[in-house]
């Protein structure tokens, strides 16, 4: 509307205007190199019109002819952008669908039309990992690193390849080096961090977890830190004494349900005499999680008391979670120490039924220190060989007789206070149990086949072969658990390419001179 408004006005005022001068007639005179022109005013308006608007013309067509090469150029680059960017949208398709031909020749048109963007620097990676050309890949990746824009991703690309060739020293300078480029990046500052796990350079294993802090949880930094200290302290013990204790206050204080921490720092505070401090973390830690080396460090928080104190303290202790297998145990040894076999056997009575190898081996020493009987010591000795198993530091498979904060495959924090490989003998509910009513179709195995599949404990029984029930009264075979799904086929350098891919449909045939008026398109 406001629009309308102004474009109504100016025509009203243009009109007013020429209305003005024809109500004013007036002559012009001009003289010059003795010829004389008289034209009246509205005449000589028009032609200054004119003759402004002609100058203006003229001025178009020299600047256009002027900057016509500059102009020129820009088109060409401008269309060998767009060739350079469709050749690197190809061929990121073509990576992404496993056409290598298509991506190796799309990437090579990248690197000709468009040789410093980015991602055609990416593109010609890709496409080298792909083809499995590691020295390629690593060429374009070191290419990347050079540059600002790309260098995180390019150091990425070399830390992923000298993992690939299990280079260690390349792949930490490459992880060091994003880390400090981008102290944000998680896989950078955990790779740095396992580096310096790895050769227990615990400092510097701080440091980086330091670095790693914006991109952590609260607690699972508070948790990591606590580890660090603690292996610190570990290292520190005998060395500096007053450095270890620091750090493994520290880490208790982080951590109290961290178990090594908290029996490191109860021994401590119990040599240096403060005691009520040692118990309040140690019973802090028991309640969280009963351990036999937090019964240990209770045990002996004063020096010089008796095996009878030493007792009384385990039963206080085992009295805070009552029914624990490890409350028993210290029980149970505190008072094999004072000789108080009545109430040693009371402790482990609820567990002889069934004994661990730790509850077995215990009995046979309550009877050899008691009565002295070989037969006893003996059977109990053979229970304890065949009895199940007692909870270890286990991880990745491996059982440590202490607890070390380093697992075997590099990760932090990784062992756990468990019966190892407890989880093969857990029984779960039957499948079946949970499945329609059912009908048998196959009987039941010989005697033969049924010792034959004792020794394949892996396959289901053929009796156990069921046909679920339909509402027509019909049999459908039951459908599997976990369906069966083909997954894609993984792009990377691994890969045997043996399909042949499929060529791009070309273009049809154009005569010169449509080609010279695609130029200009």
């Not at 991880?395 to 756990?416: N, Y």
């Not at 459908?476 to 499929?502: F, K, M, S, Y």
Request: proline letters at 7%; hydrophobic letters at 50%; aromatic letters at 6%.
């Amino acid at each position: 509307m406001i629009r309308v408004v102004l474009f109504l006005t100016s025509v009203a005022l243009i009109a007013f205007g020429f209305a003005w001068l024809a109500d004013r007639p007036g002559q012009v005179a001009i003289t010059w190199l003795g010829y004389r022109l008289d034209t009246s005013v509205m005449v000589a308006g028009l032609a200054l019109v004119l003759a402004v608007i002609a100058l203006m013309l003229a001025w178009s067509v020299l600047r256009g002819i002027w900057r016509s090469p500059q102009q020129v150029s820009l088109f060409f680059r401008h269309r060998r952008a767009m060739k350079g960017y469709l050749a690197i949208s190809r061929g990121l398709i073509a990576v992404g669908a496993g056409n290598l031909k298509l991506a190796r020749r799309s990437a090579d048109d990248a690197a000709r039309l468009s040789p410093g963007d980015p991602l055609a620097l990416l593109l010609s990676a890709q496409s080298a990992q792909m083809a499995g050309d590691r020295a390629a890949a690593e060429h374009a990746f070191r290419a990347m690193s050079t540059r600002e824009d790309t260098k995180v991703l390019g150091l990425r690309g070399l830390y992923v390849e000298a993992q690939r060739r299990d280079d260690a020293a390349a792949a930490r300078r490459a992880a060091e080096a994003a880390a400090e480029a981008a102290p944000e990046l998680a896989w950078a500052g955990q790779a740095v961090l396992d580096y310096r796990c790895g050769t227990a350079d615990w400092s510097g294993a701080l440091d980086a977890l330091e670095r790693m802090r914006p991109a952590l949880d609260k607690a699972d930094y508070r948790r990591k830190r606590a580890v660090l200290l603690t292996a610190r302290a570990q290292a520190l013990d005998d060395i500096d004494r007053d450095g270890a204790r620091a750090a493994i206050l520290e880490a208790v204080k982080l951590a109290p349900d961290l178990t090594p921490a908290a029996a490191m720092a109860g021994r401590r505070l119990a040599e240096a005499g403060e005691q009520r401090k040692a118990r309040k973390i140690l019973e802090a830690a028991w309640a969280a999680n009963p351990h036999p080396d937090i019964a240990e460090a209770y045990a002996n928080l004063r020096f010089g008391d008796s095996a009878r104190d030493r007792l009384a303290r385990m039963q206080k202790l085992a009295g805070m979670l009552p029914g624990q297998l490890e409350g028993a145990l210290a029980v149970a040894r505190a008072a094999l120490d004072a000789r108080e076999f009545a109430a040693a056997r009371a402790a482990l009575a609820p567990y002889v039924s069934a004994p661990t190898r730790r509850v077995a081996t215990l009995m046979a020493e309550i009877e050899e220190a008691e009565h002295g009987d070989e037969g006893r010591v003996r059977e109990w000795m053979a229970r304890a060989m065949r009895a199940s198993g007692d909870p270890a530091w286990t991880a990745e498979g491996a059982v440590s007789e202490r607890w070390l904060p380093v697992t075997p495959g590099g990760k932090l924090d990784g062992f756990q206070w468990r019966v190892p490989l407890a989880e093969i003998g857990v029984s779960r509910p039957v499948i079946e149990a949970a499945l329609p009513a059912v009908e048998k179709v196959a009987p039941a195995p010989a005697p033969q086949a049924a010792v034959a599949e004792a020794a394949a404990p892996a396959r289901m029984p053929a009796k156990t072969a069921t046909r679920i029930g339909d509402k027509s009264g019909k049999t459908r075979p039951a459908e599997p658990v976990i369906p069966l799904v083909h997954a894609p086929d993984d792009p990377g350098p691994d890969q045997h390419l043996d399909a042949e891919p499929v060529p791009e449909p070309s273009a049809p045939s154009r005569g010169p001179w449509q080609r010279f008026i695609g130029l200009f398109r």
